[in-house]
T-cell receptor, first 112, second 115 residues
């Protein structure tokens, strides 16, 4: 049962433009959402998060938006840089911190 | 050394072999996790240890056996694996002790190939 879905396996964006990565979830009990970034041969690294009591969280070039009614969140990167090229995982947490579910990831390529 | 360290980085083993994956964290965290990442699939949670106690076993086959001797070390013992067990195995840690708003800290993973 895949409770967190990233329907786009890949995304290609020109340097300087906006990258929008999407994520959908099915479990209405999820209350905390995170984005991780993964470079080849490295483990995922925590990027940004948002609590279900908010609809937006911003950190520099990265902004996460949460639409609870649609069970949808998105990660905006602007302006995109070649160094942002990586696989981005969406994750959602349930009743405790040990119950974190991940999506399959979206591979972002930022072209110079 | 800081962060979460996993060894070996790569492992090729036969189906009759016995091997172990090691994970070590120097972050003072109290919770540690094993995840499996297969190609184009979500990260699958395998095991959770909170304060050295196993709190979750996500229906993992018995050919995978975890061990957590202390809050800094986590092992995954492997025996009689199948080719479909080939994947990237990731270890992670978090402060633990219940609900927190911290993301997990992941290791670089062990790329396992079963032949």
């Amino acid at each position: 049962d895949q409770q967190v879905k990233q329907n786009s396996p890949s995304l290609s964006v020109q340097e300087g433009r906006i990258s929008i990565l999407n994520c959908d979830y099915t479990n209405s009990m999820f209350d905390y959402f995170l984005w991780y970034k993964k470079y080849p041969a490295e483990g995922p690294t925590f990027l940004i998060s948002i609590s279900s009591i908010k609809d937006k969280n911003e950190d520099g070039r990265f902004t996460v938006f949460l639409n609870k009614s649609a069970k949808h969140l998105s990660l905006h990167i602007v302006p995109s840089q070649p160094g942002d090229s990586a696989v981005y995982f969406c994750a959602a947490r349930g009743n405790n911190n040990n119950d974190m579910r991940f999506g399959a990831g979206t591979r972002l390529t930022v072209k110079p | 050394e800081t962060g979460v360290t996993q060894t070996p980085r790569h492992l090729v083993m036969g189906m009759t072999n016995k091997k172990s994956l090691k994970c070590e964290q120097h972050l003072g965290h109290n919770a540690m996790y094993w995840y499996k990442q297969s190609a184009k699939k979500p990260l699958e949670l395998m095991f959770v240890y909170n304060f050295k106690e196993q709190t979750e076993n996500n229906s993992v086959p018995s050919r995978f056996s975890p061990e957590c001797p202390n809050s800094s070390h986590l092992f995954l013992h492997l025996h009689t694996l199948q080719p479909e067990d080939s994947a990237l195995y990731l270890c992670a840690s978090s402060p633990g002790g219940g609900r927190t708003n911290y993301g997990y800290t992941f290791g670089s993973g062990t790329r396992l190939t079963v032949v």
